[in-house]
């Protein structure tokens, strides 16, 4: 009955295939850097996106794409240039390249997603990405090697590929999801492209599949960001096949299930988008209680987790908790700063605004491990809410770190 | 009738002393760490303050003592420590260090201004401080050394001192105003605090000092600010005593004159302050045009200001307009991605959102230089903003500067 974490990707549920070609988008680029991920029927699909003014070409047509009746064959990715404020042609090298796959796999062009990520503002070079289509569209395959060759396409500053799968059974079916994730730079999306491609072969409905994925990405991937802070083609899409068989009802047992398992593959995989930041040594998860509201609690999590301050702090393992408290100040959220209490690791270290030192050496010891927690009460409202980030290691760390020293 | 540059800093005006002391606020400190500013006769005041909900014990005694009907004739000043998060103890602290500055200059308790800058949450070591107040009060002097000497004392991880004088002449008499300041870590206030203290012989009265004040705080320092990002010490004062005689009506052509050197003022310490940033090695000024309002117009300077990939790319002289434009993007300004046109230094490297080729050369010049100028127009709005920051050098640098190339 349990969920059951595999340490597969997009391929672990059925009937979806995937694969990598080097296209050379970064003329001189030694790897692959064009995936494909292919549902063997036409599954359901949901997407969430960038929120920022300008958006990437691609962005446009893969909006249109879910936001259409239809359903979805494959979703086309690349690294090594972002086609975003690339003009009227970077319109048509997306529509072009998804014609392009529909081609291949015998669908309609409007069921074909595109994503990319890399530098802005440069040319896309669509002829180089269309001439390795074909030998793209042969290579594609169910196993984990395949999963694994399109997470690795799809990492430009990233140090890690990043995957997840979870299995669920519901009555006699099992229902599984899997998922791919490229990081941010910096954690921040403004840092750099947050692009993610979950799988499932549950038979969810329309809304249902819009449903689950916004519920998932707002308790994972968008506690990576800072409201509003988002870059030109931040997207995660979900695409569900129905492979398993059976039906979801609406608030049904078996929804809940697929429903954690989706959150938990979301998740794991931003997670691992927030350990991996540029120069990331440790992952941060900041929690707060006691907000009038849970929106008020998320953003002076997110503030804190965003803190460069805070982030050096945490890297040369000083439980600085003045920075975190001035963090909080600065959030615009209405607090107490005499009622403000502070825990790293479980240890209390600031208390009613003030230090309580007896926490410091505990708190220092956790800071000392890859995984720091910190819990913040700012009051005694019910809201609560947690932003993931990551320290901050650099030579500007370096004068901020011992700051206090 | 011009404006005159001096290079001196608060005592230039008449009937101001300054000087520093060693208080070993930091054990073992190898420099002055207490800084005071006194006006030998009672100057009208005027403070602005950080917006942050968490205030230090000193922001709250400046602010009471500004507020008040008073005037005021010492500022006390002291690196090292910040006396925030110290709870009633800090708050005690920032009392009894103005009383005693009180006694020794024997004014009241209530003229006297209080700053600290430094770590946060560290009880305030106020028996040190003022140990050294009676050293403090005699070594102060009118002369250009004294105010040298205040300036380096307020130093945190600053490397230059900053200072500036305006002399203006209306009518047959001379106004000079004359001004120090300490930088934020980073540019942004988040990443340290930002203390000026600006002093004048200048006749104002307390409504006029606090509107002159205000005016050139924010097309100034404020303009180094992402809006609310504030640490739990920035202030600004305003000392205006009088000395040089005469009367300045509302409105009047002297009034004018001494707006414009006081902003002059402002802008020199806030460019230097920018300038200056940790690991800053150029002064990045980026100008916005054509939004609906001068408000949104600066909102998006300062997003684009305070981006670290687009300061990564200032600091690896990369013309890399696509990061300015997708800043913009997320700025939460209505804009037309359509129509960004980016100039730098001069050279257009941006039309209607996409590539401008033509200008990339001349612009890669412009950015090898210290100071380094951009102007985005996002519109056909009256709306002008103008943002202060730096480029970002570090090992995180390193990865992002050249991730184009």
């Known amino acids: 009955m349990r969920a059951r974490t595999l340490t597969l990707g997009v391929t672990a549920p059925r009937g979806f295939r ?60 690349n690294s090594g240039n972002a086609n975003a404020c690339t003009g009227a042609a970077g319109d048509a090298a997306a529509r072009r390249s998804a014609a392009v796959v529909a081609e291949l796999l015998e669908c309609d062009n409007d069921q074909v997603l595109v994503a990319s990520t890399g530098v802005i503002g440069v040319p896309f070079p669509v002829e180089r990405l269309l001439g390795a289509l074909p030998r793209l569209a042969c290579v594609v395959g169910a196993t984990a090697a395949s999963a694994r060759r399109a997470a690795d396409a799809i990492l430009t500053t990233d140090t890690r590929r990043k995957q997840a799968a979870v299995r669920v059974r519901a009555g006699a079916r099992e229902y599984t999801i899997g998922g791919m994730a490229k990081g941010a730079g910096m954690i921040h999306p403004d840092m750099a492209t947050l692009l993610a491609v979950v799988t499932t072969d549950a038979p969810l409905r329309r809304a249902q599949a819009r449903k689950l994925l916004r519920a998932a990405v707002d308790d994972t991937f968008n506690t990576l960001t800072v409201d ?32 954690g398992a989706l959150r938990q593959v979301c998740a794991q995989l931003a997670e691992a988008v927030a350990a991996d930041g540029e120069g990331a040594h440790k ?69 009613n605004g003030a230090a309580h030192p007896a926490g410091e050496r505990g708190a220092a010891r956790h800071l000392r491990g890859k995984r720091v927690e910190m819990t913040l009460r700012i009051g005694a409202g019910p809201g609560e809410g947690t932003a993931l980030g990551s320290d901050l290691s650099a030579d500007y760390v370096r004068i901020n770190a011992h700051y206090r020293s």
């Open 18 to 77: 995937a694969g990598s070609a080097r296209a050379w988008i970064k003329p001189g680029s030694q790897r692959d850097d064009v995936a494909l991920v292919v549902s063997d029927r036409p599954a359901v699909a949901a997407g969430v996106f960038t929120t920022n003014r300008v958006q990437a070409a691609p962005i446009t047509w893969s909006r249109s794409v879910v936001e259409a009746q239809g359903r979805v064959c494959a979703v086309l990715l």
């Open 228 to 259: 509003g802070d988002t870059s030109t083609n931040d997207c995660v899409f979900l695409l569900a096949n129905g492979a398993a068989g059976g039906s979801i009802a609406s608030g049904s047992r078996a929804e809940v299930l697929i429903s």
């Open 283 to 351: 992952l941060l998860i900041v929690h707060v209680a006691g907000a009038h509201t849970a929106r008020d609690a998320r953003t002076v999590a997110r503030t804190i987790a965003a803190s460069n301050l805070v982030k050096t702090a945490v890297h040369g393992g000083d439980p600085n908790w003045g920075r975190v408290l001035a963090a909080a100040g600065r959030a615009g959220v209405r607090l107490d700063p005499q009622a403000l209490d502070l825990r790293i690791g479980g240890h209390l270290v600031a208390q």
